[in-house]
C-alpha cells in the first residue's frame, strides 16, 4: 500500500510511522542511523515506520528531540493511544484535562487520577490475562494514565475530591505489596491542599446510591459535566437534568461517607493490615 493510501484518521499507528519515515529521510539518515540516534534497534524502526510495531511514548519523546520538531511525535503518539481507549473516553480526557473541579466515585477499584503505576500495571494485565485486550495496549493505558496524572503538576492543578467504597481498600490488586504502596499513596495524597479523599464504609448498605463509578467535572465556562462507563463504552454527559442529578447524589454521599480524618485512618489501618 502506497503512503498516500493510508487514511491517518483511521490508523493513527500508520501515521506515526509515516512521519518517522518522512523525516528520517528528510535528515538523509539510514534506519540504521536514525534507530542509532532514537536509541532502539534497526528493526525495531523498521517495524514503526511500517505500522507493524506500537509507537511508545519514549519513542515519541525522542524523536521529537532528535528530529528537533517540536511536539509532534508526542501529538500524534497522544492520537494513537487515544485511538486504542474505551469509546468516549478520549471526550471525557479532554474536559478533565481543562476542569477546574473534579468530583470522583470509586466502587470496584481506585479511580484511576490516583493510581500507582504499581496499580495501573497490575489492573493491565489482569485485563491481558483474560484477552481483552493485549499486551500492547496495555503498556498504551498505563502510558496514558501517566500522561493524565500529570494534570497534578499543573501551575495551579484542579481541586480533586473522590469518594471509595470501602471494598476499594480491602481488594488486594497486585498482591499485598502493589495494595500496600497504593494505599500509601492515597494517604500521601489526601493530605495535599487540593485533594480530598472519603470512604463510603460497608455500613451505608443500600443508601451508597451510586452503582457504577461517576466523575463529574467543573470545567473553566462554569458548566459542569458527568461520566460515567458500562462495559462496552464511556458516556460523557452533558444533560443539565441528568448532571444535576448526579451532583444531588453525590452531595448525598458526602454526607454519609466518613469524614475526611476517619477515611485516613480506615485507609491507614487497611495498609497496616497488608503489612502485617
Known amino acids: 500500500m502506497a503512503e498516500a493510501d493510508v487514511d491517518a484518521q483511521v490508523s493513527p499507528q500508520v501515521r506515526f510511522g509515516q512521519e518517522l519515515r518522512r523525516s528520517r529521510r528528510a535528515k538523509r539518515w539510514s534506519q540504521t542511523e536514525a534507530a542509532g540516534r532514537l536509541g532502539y534497534s534497526g528493526a525495531h524502526i523498521s517495524y514503526v515506520e511500517n505500522g507493524k510495531r506500537s509507537p511508545t511514548r519514549s519513542l515519541a519523546v525522542k524523536a521529537d528531540e532528535v528530529f528537533g520538531t517540536g511536539?509532534?511525535?508526542?501529538?500524534?503518539?497522544?492520537?494513537?493511544?487515544?485511538?486504542?481507549?474505551?469509546?468516549?473516553?478520549?471526550?471525557?480526557?479532554?474536559?478533565?484535562?481543562?476542569?477546574?473541579?473534579?468530583?470522583?466515585?470509586?466502587?470496584?477499584?481506585?479511580?484511576?487520577?490516583?493510581?500507582?503505576?504499581?496499580?495501573?500495571?497490575?489492573?493491565?494485565?489482569?485485563?491481558?490475562?483474560?484477552?481483552?485486550?493485549?499486551?500492547?495496549?496495555?503498556?498504551?493505558?498505563?502510558?496514558?494514565?501517566?500522561?493524565?496524572?500529570?494534570?497534578?503538576?499543573?501551575?495551579?492543578?484542579?481541586?480533586?475530591?473522590?469518594?471509595?467504597?470501602?471494598?476499594?481498600?480491602?481488594?488486594?490488586?497486585?498482591?499485598?505489596?502493589?495494595?500496600a504502596e497504593q494505599l500509601r499513596h492515597l494517604e500521601g495524597l489526601a493530605e495535599r491542599p487540593n485533594i480530598t479523599v472519603q470512604v463510603a464504609p460497608f455500613s451505608m448498605g443500600e443508601n451508597l446510591a451510586f452503582t457504577l463509578p461517576v466523575v463529574l467535572l467543573n470545567l473553566p465556562d462554569h458548566t459542569v459535566v458527568g461520566y460515567a462507563e458500562s462495559t462496552a463504552r464511556g458516556h460523557l454527559e452533558r444533560s443539565r437534568a441528568t448532571v444535576a442529578g448526579w451532583e444531588s447524589d453525590y452531595d448525598q454521599l458526602l454526607v454519609e461517607a466518613l469524614p475526611k480524618a476517619a477515611s485516613q485512618e480506615m485507609i491507614r489501618r487497611a495498609r497496616k493490615e497488608l503489612q502485617s
Open 71 to 179: 511536539q509532534r511525535f508526542y501529538e500524534l503518539w497522544r492520537r494513537f493511544s487515544r485511538a486504542a481507549l474505551l469509546e468516549g473516553f478520549a471526550e471525557f480526557a479532554d474536559a478533565e484535562a481543562r476542569c477546574r473541579r473534579l468530583r470522583t466515585v470509586g466502587l470496584v477499584i481506585v479511580p484511576g487520577l490516583l493510581q500507582t503505576p504499581g496499580y495501573a500495571r497490575a489492573l493491565a494485565q489482569a485485563a491481558v490475562r483474560r484477552g481483552a485486550i493485549t499486551q500492547v495496549e496495555a503498556d498504551e493505558r498505563t502510558d496514558y494514565l501517566a500522561l493524565r496524572q500529570e494534570i497534578f503538576s499543573q501551575k495551579s492543578p484542579p481541586a480533586l475530591h473522590a469518594v471509595v467504597e470501602e471494598g476499594v481498600l480491602l481488594r488486594p490488586v497486585g498482591g499485598p505489596q502493589v495494595m
